[in-house]
């Protein structure tokens, strides 16, 4: 039994003494709604977490390993957010926005090197986006998520086909997004991809290999269909999101 605890706790904040302290803190402000509670939270999660300024964080956000959330001036965090920043941490940059329900999750307890999730400015992460940052994912700036978009920088290692896939390994090579690129809802970024700047993901595209700067892709797996830059589209059909 006190293994068992032992281990929860540990993939829960980096000590037992910031576990009670960070359990406390959320404990004490994290239920409180309004703007009585953004308030609060503006500067009691000081205490536990890196806040660069005023931060606004919304009631029902879970957060573990606070000591490795960095948060920017104006960045924002809505309803039923989830950061799990152990060691490799997340940061989200000023004035950018995590909307209702989404999951950003490190969860590195292999010790990979480049494990973690960087935002940049003024980005915004769709209401139950998921962000898995085994790998590292790394966001610039301008960049918007569209609801449910999946961002997987990891992957599972199967070729033995004498050992159940679960107990092969893993791999995990990063996902990186540049700047100004928009990402449809319900796509899927997997591992070791790079979307470009200005780049566009379609709705439900399934993202498996590198997207060029100011290129529009769509489907399952995603394909090239527009170069913006030789092919731009007409400003009334631009979609707004």
Known sequence: MASQLNLYISRQASSVGRYLWEQLVQ???????????????????RLIMHMDGIAAIEDGVRIRFADNVALGRGAYLDHGVYLHACPG???????????????LHVYNFRDLPHAGIRIGARSLIGEACILRGQGGITIGDDVFLAPMVQMLAVNHIYHDTARPISLQGITCQGITVADGAWIGGGAIILDGVRIGR???VGAGAVVTRDVPDYCVVIGNPA?????????????ANVPVY
Request: glycine share 14%; net charge positive.
């Open 89 to 103: 941490g997340i940061s989200i940059g000023a004035e950018s926005y995590v909307m209702k329900n989404a999951i």
């Open 198 to 200: 200005n780049a566009g």
């Open 27 to 45: 404990w004490a402000c994290g239920w409180m709604p309004g703007i009585a509670g953004i308030g609060l939270r503006a500067f009691a999660y």
């Open 223 to 235: 394909r090239v269909v527009r170069d913006l830059r030789s092919q731009p589209v007409a400003p």
